[in-house]
């Protein structure tokens, strides 16, 4: 099993992670962030990845510092799981869409961080949940998984269905890409031999 269990505790937050990336969709959420916990249940229930993620952080002062350490430690889970990308499809890609919104989500477990955003939200807030908190998730998520994600909204006008298609789309292009490709057998998918 491609399993990893990650903490993180700073002055700003205390996280606890664990990841399956041969789950079936059970998450166990609670970051405090109603809207965000949403969010996180869309990558592992269209990942078809168990999440379970415990989140304290100083939400008094918003929800920031809470987001984007989750987003590094989920990172830190899913570079722990993967492991040495050998047998792995690599790359993965969805399009996925909620009514008029309509997003795409390219992955490559590159080795190297890249998060290119392309998210035109319509409002600022969804709820309490201000949207340059999803840009901050994805950017910790990135830089600590050591993954190039394109991440593009290509429609819609509610900014809650697009950013529920963004994280349903990360969700079922990390299924892809982190699938063992039975003809690969054990080798890395890079001409460079590693990853």
Known sequence: MRTAQVSRQTAE?????????????????STGIGFFDHMLDQIARHGAVDLDVHAEGDLHIDGHHTVEDVGITVGQALAQ??????????YGHAYVPLDEAL??????????PGLIWNVPFTRGMIGVFDVDLAHEFFQGLVNHAFI?????????????????TVFKAFGRALRAAAEVDPRLGQAVPSTKGSL
Do not use: M, P, W, Y
């Open 13 to 29: 937050t205390r996280i606890e992670v664990a990841l399956n990336l041969d789950g079936t969709g059970v998450s166990r959420l």
């Open 81 to 90: 799981a993967i492991g040495d990308k050998k047998g792995i499809r690599r």
């Open 103 to 112: 997003s795409r989500v390219v992955i490559d477990f590159s080795g190297r």
């Open 148 to 164: 190039t994600i394109h991440v593009d909204n290509l429609r819609g006008e509610n900014a809650h269905h697009q950013c529920e």
